[in-house]
């Protein structure tokens, strides 16, 4: 009897301890759990700054030019591999443009209109290019390749995006340089690789064409 009247006292102290314990282990847990969450969401680089507004401002007047481009490739090109590069241009950058517009829009900047100015919609951006950001058309080169068709059209087509696309990779190098929200980092970074690549095969078209 002796021995289970002891026993009682000590089995509640004992529970009593291993209760208090694991209340410490997990409260320790969870303040770890909460200092890494908080570590890891500012390694992300989730803050963004001025170059990152530029960025997106930008880039998404860039990328519509680029698809009015491809879009007339459907009924004027003469060359499948010109419609194949065509209708790629098109599945990559429509979704960018949605992400850049989210990103804006989220921040409370203005996101540019459709036809507007690109010069407006671009403030402190390099304006040495044609149209008012490095690569763009201007409206002449845009009707010289709305009048074209056949292998004429594919020699303006491939010789003008050859130029717009190294304006974007250019403009995505200065987003990886210069950027903070990390999305529009690896945005730019994705910009870069696969329009570097494009080029690569765009030249190699037209050489083929000389």
């Known amino acids: 009897m002796t021995s289970t009247t002891t ?29 890494a969450s908080s570590d890891a969401s500012a390694a992300s680089g989730e803050e963004h700054n001025a170059q990152d507004v530029t960025f997106a401002q930008g880039m998404i007047p860039h990328h519509r030019q680029a698809l009015q481009m491809a879009e007339l490739a459907a009924d004027r090109a003469s060359s499948t591999e ?24 989220a ?11 690109t010069d407006e919609s ?6 040495s290019g044609s149209g008012g950001m490095a690569g763009m058309m201007d409206d002449a080169e845009m009707q010289t390749l709305e009048k074209a068709s056949g292998e004429a059209f594919d020699t303006a087509f491939l010789t003008l995006m050859v ?5 974007a990779v250019e403009m995505a190098g200065t987003e990886q340089d210069k950027g903070s929200y990390q999305p529009a980092k690896d945005t730019a970074e994705d910009i870069v690789t696969g329009q570097t690549a494009e080029i690569a095969e765009m030249k190699e078209l037209l050489g083929k064409k000389g």
């Open 163 to 167: 130029e717009h696309h190294e304006g």
């Open 7 to 35: 026993r009682g006292p000590i089995r509640r102290a004992a529970l009593a301890a291993v209760t208090v314990t694991a209340a410490l282990i997990l409260t320790a847990c969870g303040g770890d759990a909460e200092s």
């Open 82 to 105: 010109v419609k194949d590069l065509a209708a790629r241009i098109e599945k990559a950058q429509d979704p960018e443009i949605e992400k850049m517009t989210g990103w804006l829009k």
């Open 122 to 127: 671009m403030p402190g951006m390099d304006h």
């Open 107 to 117: 921040w409370g900047e203005d996101v540019p209109e459709e036809g507007g100015s």
